[in-house]
């Protein structure tokens, strides 16, 4: 009850948004959800925004039907890593090892980020590691490796 109490504080209720103005994991079942909340957002998604989009993405590349669909159209993506390319110099230590780790998860299921993403993202992490907690270099690490 007292988490319910203090997630709903923070704007978070059963079925609703959640912080960022990307639903949650189970608000987005698909990569074209994803995809589409995205380019409904467009210029305006903030860097948590795009975590999330990232972290989502990489938990459905998990999924056969989902990986099928990345491996179909992989250009459906492009909006969103251009976006993010862009948003780097914003991103703060969190959503720069999220971002990583999500885009690492897509890699393994076969969906390949532009070189420049991942330089922007290399550079940006080189600068932002002093900053970033125990969870947050774990993620990078294993994100680039």
Do not use: I, Y
């Not at 305006?44 to 590349?61: F, H, I």
């Amino acid at each position: 009850m007292l988490l319910r109490a203090g997630l709903a504080r923070l704007g978070c209720r059963p079925g609703w948004r959640c912080l960022s103005s990307v639903p949650r994991r189970g608000g987005l079942p698909t990569v074209q959800e994803v995809v589409d909340a995205h380019a409904k957002k467009g210029k305006r998604c903030t860097p948590k925004d795009l975590r999330s989009s990232w972290n989502t993405l990489g938990k459905l590349a998990c999924q056969p039907n989902e990986r099928r669909v990345l491996q179909g159209t992989p250009g459906m993506l492009h909006p969103l890593a251009a976006d993010t390319e862009q948003e780097l110099p914003k991103f703060d230590a969190r959503s720069l090892a999220t971002t990583v780790n999500g885009l690492a998860k897509l890699h393994s299921s076969g969906w390949r980020a532009s070189d420049a993403l991942w330089t922007g993202l290399a550079t940006h992490c080189t600068t932002r590691a002093p900053t970033m907690n125990a969870q947050e270099l774990s993620n990078t690490v294993h994100g680039f490796a």
